[in-house]
């Protein structure tokens, strides 16, 4: 079975803010199947982004929607496709971190969400020298 790996709202910010390939990078450190997940309040948090954020910030969240568009169609590598999720909490990181399970990765950059995440033994993927992902031990 494979594993799920959430995206946050910030990861889907790198690729406009940083111009990493976040796809491609969690293929690379993921050396097993798995399946991306983003919750439907992380696709609200990149609108009210687009629409209220300025310049880098506003284009980035742009990227970050078409991107998940574009990942929900198109299974590659060890990926086996995106989903798209509801969830009862209003807060996004809580969200996050009450769907997270032992074999659930999760990849941010929200510093607090990371902390909250690692107490919890949930492994976080991240950006590292703003350069490239790796997995909390």
């Given at each position: 079975?494979?594993?799920?790996?959430?995206?946050?709202?910030?990861?889907?910010?790198?690729?406009g803010?940083?111009?990493?390939?976040?796809?491609?990078?969690?293929?690379?450190?993921?050396?097993?199947?798995?399946?991306?997940?983003?919750?439907?309040?992380?696709?609200?948090?990149?609108?009210?982004?687009?629409?209220?954020?300025?310049?880098?910030?506003k284009?980035?969240?742009?990227?970050?929607?078409?991107?998940?568009?574009?990942?929900?169609?198109?299974?590659?590598?060890?990926?086996?496709?995106?989903?798209?999720?509801?969830?009862?909490?209003?807060?996004?990181?809580?969200?996050?971190?009450?769907?997270a399970?032992?074999?659930?990765?999760?990849?941010?950059?929200?510093?607090?969400?990371?902390?909250?995440?690692?107490?919890?033994?949930?492994?976080?993927i991240?950006?590292?020298?703003?350069?490239?992902l790796?997995v909390?031990?």
């Open positions: 079975m494979a594993r799920s790996v959430i995206l946050d709202t910030n990861m889907l910010l790198v690729p803010q940083f111009n990493v390939d976040i796809f491609a990078e969690v293929d690379r450190v993921m050396e097993e199947p798995y399946e991306l997940v983003v919750l439907e309040g992380t696709i609200s948090e990149l609108v009210k982004i687009e629409q209220t954020g300025s310049g880098e910030d284009r980035a969240a742009r990227l970050g929607k078409l991107l998940v568009e574009h990942k929900k169609k198109a299974a590659d590598g060890n990926c086996k496709g995106l989903k798209i999720i509801e969830s009862s909490e209003t807060h996004v990181d809580d969200a996050i971190l009450s769907i399970e032992d074999d659930t990765l999760v990849a941010t950059n929200d510093k607090e969400l990371k902390r909250r995440l690692l107490e919890h033994g949930v492994r976080v991240f950006l590292k020298q703003e350069q490239y790796t909390s031990a």
